[in-house]
């Protein structure tokens, strides 16, 4: 896993000006990539302040005393943990009213502006919002199991480190079945020739029980994708319906491939592992560092202790400031996981590897990916492999 997090990060760091002649190759014209160029202008900086806004509003409540004395005012009304998960919810709701201003810019116009969404205003604010909400009730979770735990135990932060692993593993076993479905429609691939071809693949790579199903996105967005989600029971592999509509029949059984190589070598465990050593990591640290904040700034930030409700605020901030430093390594192991599926599907037996540019390029072309993404940017904010390295890494497979 460090290798991985090692090369992944030094090809995000060494990304160059694109090759024209892959682009071509891959169907990708030069006015679609100055459209994309724009289209990630206007769009890069925002990646930035959602990542630091919060760190720097959870900061200032914290440190105004705003939370301490929050905190303090329910706990005298309600039992600690309920007013623990209030402090959490009605900080969250505070900083999401605070950055809506910059998510009606990214998430309502730029998406308007460049064709992608076909929601009105109503319908962006109700699905923001709701978002908004269930991401709170989802972490609250957690929050109230370790408040739980620190005010009971005493090595809390060795508890709390062993136990987000089965936290985390349940996260990705349930949201499929309880959360995706808030937001999207999700019905069995449709019957035809791209379920077919499908449940072959399936067969061929061993899983003959995977779940195929289609997210109807095409009443919402433009956009294209294909993913992998959930655990045991609740693995399966989504298509887009706009996926199905726009490629081509060898473009779509090479989305395919990859997403089944996603299936078949595990890549979630991957991920769910990669998330547990991060969070156990940052544990440790939190243990080391915020207990004797809260301690030294007690009067400032208004509170006892930082088993005080009031001290929520200055959780979220270490929570927002950990997410932020380990990004890249987040980011540089989800890259390592995508050229794995990548060179997956090149090997899958039986497609013609030159689909894999096509759809590659197609993809791209309708989701208006960055063709030279800023390295900074890439390596911090970059899930997959630059466009330039995956074009190259499968031609090198198609000329092999």
Request: charged share 15%.
């Amino acid at each position: 896993m460090v290798s991985v997090v090692i090369v992944s990060t030094l090809m995000a760091m060494a990304v160059g000006s694109p090759d024209h002649g892959l682009m071509e190759m891959a169907g990708y014209s030069a006015e679609r990539m100055e459209l994309a160029r724009s289209y990630h202008a206007a769009v890069a900086p925002t990646k930035w302040v959602f990542a630091i806004a919060p760190i720097v509003i959870y900061a200032f409540i914290a440190a105004t005393g705003w939370g301490g004395r929050l905190g303090r005012r329910l706990e005298r009304r309600l039992p600690s943990p309920l007013a623990v998960v209030l402090v959490w919810l009605l900080v969250g709701l505070a900083a999401w009213l605070v950055l809506l201003p910059m998510l009606i810019y990214r998430g309502f116009l730029v998406e308007h502006v460049y064709g992608f969404s076909s929601l009105t205003f109503g319908e962006w604010v109700l699905r923001s919002f709701g978002a908004r909400l269930v991401y709170i009730a989802v972490a609250a979770i957690p929050l109230l199991l370790f408040h739980l735990t620190w005010t009971r135990i005493k090595r809390w932060w060795l508890t709390a480190s062993l136990a987000s692993g089965p936290l985390i593993v349940g996260g990705i076993v349930l949201a499929p079945l309880l959360v995706d479905p808030i937001f999207s429609s999700f019905s069995s691939l449709r019957d035809g020739p791209v379920r077919t071809q499908a449940e072959t693949m399936a067969n061929a790579a061993g899983i003959p029980d995977a779940t195929l199903l289609e997210i109807d996105v095409s009443a919402r967005s433009t956009r294209l994708n294909a993913y992998v989600t959930g655990l045991w029971g609740s693995s399966r592999i989504v298509l887009y319906d706009n996926l199905i509509e726009h490629l081509a029949p060898g473009e779509v059984a090479w989305v395919l491939a990859h997403e089944i190589g996603h299936y078949t070598r595990h890549h979630l465990w991957i991920g769910a592992l990669s998330a547990w050593l991060i969070t156990a990591g940052a544990l440790s640290v939190f243990v080391r560092v915020v207990p004797g904040i809260a301690y030294r700034w007690r009067e400032r930030l208004k509170i006892d202790s930082i088993r005080s409700a009031g001290a929520v605020p200055l959780i979220m901030t270490f929570v927002a400031a950990s997410l932020f430093v380990t990004q890249p390594v987040a980011m540089a192991i989800s890259r390592g996981i995508e050229v794995n599926a990548d060179h997956y599907a090149a090997m899958f037996p039986g497609l013609d590897r030159s689909d894999g540019i096509a759809a590659v390029g197609r993809l791209a072309d309708f989701n208006l990916g960055d063709p030279d993404p800023h390295p900074l940017t890439h390596t911090w904010f970059g899930s997959h492999p630059t466009l330039q390295q995956r074009l190259s890494v499968l031609a090198t497979e198609v000329e092999r």
